[in-house]
Structure formats: structure tokens, C-alpha cells
């Protein structure tokens, strides 16, 4: 079994950054794989980035790549999503999530945190 919590939302102006941090606990191996996906009001929630939990390897939704970036550091249990240049568009509920598996294409997960508001005023 996993635990995931995230914290770091908030509000913030268009244009600026926060850091999500999604601090994971219970049976993460090496061969897991994290996430971040967002849901919006009124919208079905979508994958935004993963990472494995050992190794390089990230992936990006074409929305928010070149301006998130994951990282972990697994000393601390902990998945980060630093968010910059930060648009109305971007107001979601964000969500960590966990599986087994590396393949990060694969937006099918397991094990879900219970969501970071961020909130984007324009």
C-alpha cells in the first residue's frame, strides 16, 4: 500500500510559479512510477507529468512542457512539480498519483493523493 499527500497549492498570478510537493509513504519501489495529473471544474482530470522513481526518465502533457517541471527526491519520499509561467488555464485541482511500472505513457494509476487546489488569476 502507498500514501500520497501533496501540498504547495494555492493562488497565485498569471505569469507565476509555485511548487507542488507530493510526499509518498508505504511500499514505493524502484521500478514505480509518478504522477501529476489536474482536474478542472466541469472537466475530466488529465495526466500532466510523471517521472520514474529511480533513473531520468520524464514525460510531459504537451501543455505544460517547458514550463513544469518534475522531480523527486527520493532521500525524502518526495515528488515535486515546479510550475512556472502560470495561466488562467492551469487552475485545476491537482492530484499525485503512484503505480508499478515505468511505462510513463501509461496514464493508469493506483494509488492517488487527495489533491492541491492551484488557482490562477489572470
Known amino acids: 500500500q502507498v500514501q500520497l499527500v501533496e501540498s504547495g497549492g494555492g493562488l497565485v498570478q498569471a505569469g507565476g510559479s509555485l511548487r507542488l510537493s507530493c510526499a509518498a509513504s508505504?511500499?514505493?519501489?524502484?521500478?514505480?512510477?509518478m504522477g501529476w495529473f489536474r482536474q478542472a471544474p466541469g472537466k475530466e482530470r488529465e495526466f500532466v507529468a510523471a517521472?520514474?522513481?529511480?533513473?531520468?526518465?520524464?514525460y510531459y502533457a504537451d501543455s505544460v512542457k517547458g514550463r513544469f517541471t518534475i522531480s523527486r527526491d527520493n532521500a525524502k519520499n518526495t515528488v515535486y512539480l515546479q510550475m512556472n509561467s502560470l495561466k488562467p488555464e492551469d487552475t485545476a485541482v491537482y492530484y499525485c498519483?503512484?503505480?508499478?511500472?515505468?511505462?510513463?505513457?501509461?496514464?493508469?494509476?493506483?494509488?492517488w493523493g487527495q489533491g492541491t487546489q492551484v488557482t490562477v488569476s489572470s
Open positions: 498519483a503512484a503505480k508499478p511500472g515505468v511505462n510513463l505513457r501509461d496514464h493508469n494509476y493506483d494509488y
Open positions: 508505504g511500499r514505493i519501489f524502484s521500478s514505480y512510477a
Open positions: 517521472i520514474k522513481w529511480t533513473g531520468s526518465w520524464t
